[in-house]
């Protein structure tokens, strides 16, 4: 088993990362998502205005 750690690590470590990394993409980008078109709907509306 310390072998296999020893050689596969590092990629088990990489592919943890990836999978906190989509995890947690849909909130943030649903949050992102939300700030940017709140942005462009104040602007839109103050430069139609």
Do not use: H, N, R
């Amino acid at each position: 088993m310390k072998a296999f750690l020893e050689e596969y690590g590092i990629a088990i470590f990489v592919i943890a990362c990836i999978m906190i990394l989509v995890a947690m993409s849909e909130p943030v980008g649903k949050a992102i998502q939300s700030a940017v078109l709140k942005t462009i709907s104040d602007f839109t509306s103050s430069a139609l205005a």
